[in-house]
């Protein structure tokens, strides 16, 4: 007996099993490919670590004499310089989102997504990997940073744990950030597009803040954007656990409790986008 050619009319990927268990076995092994890809291309990693010790030198030794800190008289470029650090980092992590996206939109050109799609594994899996990996990335960007802000000037004044929790705020918000990018790798046709996208909303984003000078000065529309930036309170936040110089502090809730609003903020940006983009993956390669 012949069986209907419906039955056959469609190749459907095996449906995984296992609940969040089996989901965090398979994004912990999309991690490790995308870690040993890294590893075999370490020029990514060496070219991603100078852009981020450009500006900490040139920033540092460029600016640190010509823009005063609230609250400390003078120009002292040591003020400046720690004043400085925290913001340097958020953009770090941050500036990482593009690569994340232009992975992501280059493993769909290639067609390993459809690879991945014919498996047994968790339909999230194949970003959450992918992110994970990222951030890794990040955190050994994050390392040699400090070691390079030690060397030009920067010190932590309130002890080792409230540093660690101030970077550990720091890589939540660069892991928020790349599941903006893994969306918008996935809504590209090319890793270039991704590039460009996942750079041209940063910029604003991380100069309308308080990142490399105080908000005081700023027109009173742009100092309130700036006051509820996701990346000024995690700024404010970092500078406030390293102890070092905050500025003029706002009256504004999220710089008020920076810590808590940057942990706020970047738990909202991971449910909003990881569901954003597990569903476009889902339509985008289907």
């Known amino acids: 007996m012949t069986a209907p050619a419906e039955t056959f009319s469609h190749s459907r990927a095996p449906r995984p099993s296992g609940g969040p268990a089996q989901a965090a076995r398979d994004s912990l092994v999309v991690a490790k490919r995308n870690l040993i890809r890294m590893v075999r291309i370490p020029e990514v990693v060496i070219f991603g670590l100078i852009q981020p010790i450009m500006f900490v030198v040139l920033f540092s030794y460029v600016f640190g004499g010509a823009i005063p800190v609230p609250g400390h008289p003078g120009n002292?470029?040591?003020?400046?310089?720690?004043y400085l650090m925290a913001g340097i980092f958020a953009q770090t992590v941050t500036f990482a989102t593009a690569g994340a996206g232009a992975g992501i939109a280059d493993d769909m050109h290639k067609g390993l997504i459809d690879r991945f799609r014919s498996l047994p594994m968790s339909r999230g899996a194949v970003l959450t990997g992918r992110t994970l990996a990222d951030l890794v990335q990040?955190?050994?960007?994050?390392?040699?940073?400090?070691?390079?802000?030690?060397?030009?000037?920067?010190?932590?004044?309130?002890?080792?744990?409230?540093?660690?929790?101030?970077?550990?705020?720091?890589?939540?918000?660069?892991?928020?950030?790349?599941?903006?990018?893994?969306?918008?790798?996935?809504?590209?046709?090319?890793?270039?597009a991704a590039t460009s996208g996942g750079l041209i909303w940063l910029f604003p984003l991380t100069f309308v803040s308080n990142a490399f000078v105080p908000t005081s000065n700023m027109p009173a529309f742009l100092r309130h954007v700036a006051d509820w930036n996701p990346f000024s309170a995690t700024v404010q936040a970092a500078r406030q656990l390293f102890g070092n110089p905050r500025g003029a502090v706002s009256h504004a809730w999220p710089m008020e409790h920076p810590a808590l609003a940057s942990l706020l903020w970047s738990l909202l940006i991971i449910a909003v986008f990881r569901t954003l983009a597990v569903r476009k993956y889902r339509s985008a390669t289907a």
């Open 76 to 82: 002292d470029p040591s003020v400046y310089r720690e």
């Open 138 to 192: 990040t955190a050994l960007t994050v390392l040699v940073l400090v070691v390079v802000a030690v060397i030009v000037g920067w010190r932590i004044h309130d002890g080792f744990p409230k540093a660690l929790a101030a970077i550990g705020l720091l890589l939540l918000l660069g892991y928020a950030f790349s599941w903006i990018g893994a969306l918008i790798g996935l809504s590209v046709r090319t890793p270039e």
